[in-house]
C-alpha cells in the first residue's frame, strides 16, 4: 500500500497528463560508499521508484531508507536507529528537471545536470547531479555518482564513533526505465 502512495506522489510530483508517455523504473540500484581509517561503510538498496517525463525532462526517485543492505547487520541496525532514524524518515527523494534537451527517441549517451531538491533525513537540499543518460532501443538507463554532506541533512555522527563515520558518502544510482 505504501509503495502505490509513493508511486502516486511522484506522479503528482511530475503533474502528468499522459502516464503513457512516461518512463518507469524497471530496475534499479542505489548505493552508497563511506571510507574511513576505521572501517569502509556500503550499503545497497534495490527497492527504487522512479520516472522521467520525456515531455518536459522532469525526473523523480523514491526509495526506503529501511532498503539499504549492509554486509554487517549491526551497521544496517545502526544506520536505521541511530543515524538515519528510518521510524521517523521512512524515504529519501530527489524531484527536478534535467537540464538539457533529450530526444528519447533517438539512441545515444547523453551528459546530463538535473537541477532539484534531494530529500534525505527530512531535509530538503537543493542539488545540481551530473549523470549520463543513455538511450537504446527505446530504453533508458540514468547513471550518476554524487557526494552527500550529511551535516546537509541533519544527520548526527556521535562523538564516540566520529572516527569510524565519514562526513561524506558517496551515492551512486543506476536506474533502468522503460515506456510505461
Given amino acids: 500500500m505504501k509503495k502505490y502512495i509513493l508511486l502516486l506522489v511522484l506522479l503528482g510530483v511530475l503533474q502528468l497528463v499522459n502516464a503513457q508517455e512516461l518512463f518507469k523504473a524497471t530496475s534499479g540500484k542505489i548505493s552508497f560508499f563511506s571510507e574511513t581509517p576505521m572501517e569502509n561503510i556500503d550499503a545497497t538498496?534495490?527497492?527504487?521508484?522512479?520516472?522521467?517525463?520525456?515531455?518536459?525532462?522532469?525526473?523523480?526517485?523514491?526509495?526506503?531508507?529501511?532498503g539499504f543492505?549492509?554486509?554487517k547487520s549491526l551497521m544496517e541496525e545502526h544506520f536505521?536507529?541511530?543515524?538515519?532514524?528510518?521510524?521517523?524518515?521512512?524515504?529519501?527523494?530527489?524531484?527536478?528537471?534535467?537540464?538539457?534537451?533529450?530526444?528519447?527517441?533517438?539512441?545515444g549517451e547523453?551528459?546530463?545536470?538535473?537541477?532539484?531538491?534531494?530529500?534525505?533525513?527530512?531535509?530538503?537540499?537543493?542539488?545540481?547531479?551530473?549523470?549520463?543518460?543513455?538511450?537504446?532501443?527505446?530504453?533508458?538507463?540514468?547513471?550518476?555518482?554524487?557526494?552527500v554532506q550529511l551535516k546537509d541533512h541533519d544527520i548526527d555522527i556521535p562523538k564516540i564513533v566520529v572516527k569510524k563515520i565519514a562526513e561524506s558518502v558517496n551515492v551512486k544510482v543506476d536506474v533502468n526505465f522503460e515506456k510505461s
Fill in 45 to 66: 538498496n534495490e527497492m527504487v521508484k522512479a520516472l522521467i517525463n520525456p515531455k518536459n525532462n522532469e525526473v523523480a526517485f523514491i526509495t526506503t531508507i529501511v
Fill in 69 to 71: 543492505r549492509f554486509k
Fill in 80 to 107: 536505521n536507529e541511530n543515524y538515519m532514524e528510518s521510524d521517523k524518515y521512512k524515504t529519501a527523494m530527489f524531484k527536478g528537471k534535467i537540464q538539457e534537451e533529450i530526444d528519447y527517441t533517438k539512441d
Fill in 110 to 147: 547523453y551528459e546530463v545536470t538535473a537541477k532539484g531538491v534531494l530529500n534525505i533525513h527530512g531535509v530538503d537540499q537543493e542539488r545540481e547531479i551530473k549523470g549520463k543518460l543513455i538511450i537504446k532501443d527505446g530504453k533508458v538507463e540514468l547513471i550518476t555518482d554524487f557526494d
